[in-house]
């Protein structure tokens, strides 16, 4: 059933689930059990909040304009791609791709995300405003793209058979309790990176920027190349694995 509070706003509670394929443009929706999308575009200009499992059957963009809440309660699953753009808030509270893997998973620049839970795309994750842990979380992924800060006191793994990308300071608001990569693929980081326990890197690391590396302990699997770009590494232990190449300073600190 549907009900509308307000002149443009959607409040919809089906019993047997909600499908939606095309566009759609409202004030803002409220869906209150699970929901289907086909190759949809919805666009509101107030907040968004889906309420129960949401499984995209096609490719998905949502969008508020007015900077309203995307907020998800549920599991979302695949194999469609999700697009969230918001210059407010976007909260995911769920595990994302756990049943079936999401196409790819993108959030605009505006605004913040929050993550609570796992992340498993076949394509790319590509997070481009900043990211808060609101519990651990495993990201698996054919890419990773970090593009703002990452903070939050949780444990952040990152498996990626392509490029993983942190193109700001991860833990610099606040210490993530760890930060690990498999050995696939590559990392670029591009900014200090701050944990309370243990950094692993199993894959090649390049510094596209100055960094420190503040950690409890610090591995490093294989190669680390710094660049011209100053690199510290500050740990109670450190490990190196490969071979640490760069012209610029290198500070060690325990």
Do not use: K, M
Not at 126 to 151: K, Q, Y
Not at 190 to 205: C, E, K, L, M, R
Request: one cysteine or more; aromatic letters at 4%; charged letters at 5%.
């Amino acid at each position: 059933t549907a009900s509308e509070p307000g002149p443009h706003a959607l409040t919809l509670d089906a019993a047997g689930g909600t499908n939606c394929g095309g566009a759609v443009s409202i004030a803002s929706l409220d869906v209150l059990r699970a929901a289907s999308l086909g190759n949809a575009t919805i666009t509101t200009s107030g907040a968004q909040h889906w309420r129960g499992a949401l499984g995209l059957i096609g490719n998905a963009t949502l969008t508020s304009t007015g900077g309203g809440l995307l907020r998800f309660d549920g599991a979302i699953d695949g194999p469609g791609a999700l697009i969230a753009n918001t210059a407010g808030a976007t909260e995911f509270g769920g595990a994302i791709g756990a049943t079936q893997a999401l196409g790819s998973l993108e959030t605009d620049a505006a605004g913040s995300t929050t993550l609570a839970g796992n992340v498993r795309t076949s394509g790319a994750l590509t997070v481009n405003d900043a990211l808060t842990l609101a519990g651990n979380a495993t990201v698996t992924t054919g890419s990773a793209t970090f593009a703002s800060a990452v903070d939050g006191a949780h444990a952040l793994t990152v498996n990626a058979s392509g490029l993983t990308t942190f193109g700001a300071a991860v833990g610099s608001g606040t210490a993530l309790a760890s930060l690990t990569t498999d050995a696939a693929g590559s990392t670029h980081v591009g900014g200090n990176v701050t944990t309370s326990g243990t950094q692993h890197y199993g894959d090649a690391v390049t510094l596209t920027a100055a960094t420190n590396f503040t950690a409890g302990a610090l591995v490093f699997d294989s190669t680390l190349a710094a660049g011209s770009r100053q690199l510290g590494l500050q740990a109670d232990a450190l490990t190196l694995g490969g071979t640490v190449s760069g012209s610029g300073t290198v500070s060690l600190a325990p």
